[in-house]
């Protein structure tokens, strides 16, 4: 079974950056799409950001192009997420979240199968 563990949230000012980190064992980390979801209070879970196992492609919700850069290193087992030029409804609790099957990259929630926990942004204005 695998387990991410994310990283990094905090609280920022608007205009601010913060960087995510997501640490994923259990599975063949470099077979396996990654993905960024966040969920603010009083709204359903959304997507951010995916990057295939490869890292070599990327996809990006609309809100977040341009500012949000997802990376990984797969011999350290962990996805990034470089946030930038941060709003205040950039505020949200950020999931990792691991895809489902090999070399297979979505941006809907039931193309993943194992979740963290969770680690919370609040960009303050």
């Known amino acids: 079974q695998v387990q991410p563990v994310e990283s990094g949230g905090g609280l920022v000012q608007a205009g601010g950056s913060l960087r995510l980190s997501c640490a994923a064992s259990?599975?063949?980390?470099?077979?396996?799409?990654m993905g960024w979801f966040r969920q603010a209070p009083g709204k359903e879970r959304e997507f951010v950001a995916t990057?295939?196992?490869?890292?070599?492609?990327?996809y990006y919700a609309d809100s977040v192009k341009g500012r949000f850069t997802i990376s990984r290193e797969n011999a350290k087992n962990t996805v990034y997420l470089q946030m930038n030029s941060l709003k205040p409804e950039d505020t949200a609790v950020y999931y990792c979240?691991?895809?489902?099957?090999?070399?297979?990259?979505?941006?809907?929630?039931?193309?993943?199968?194992?979740w963290g926990q969770g680690t919370q942004v609040t960009v303050s204005s």
């Open positions: 979240a691991v895809a489902g099957s090999p070399y297979t990259v979505g941006s809907l929630e039931d193309s993943y199968d194992s």
């Open positions: 990057i295939n196992y490869s890292g070599r492609s990327t």
């Open positions: 259990g599975r063949t980390f470099s077979k396996y799409a």
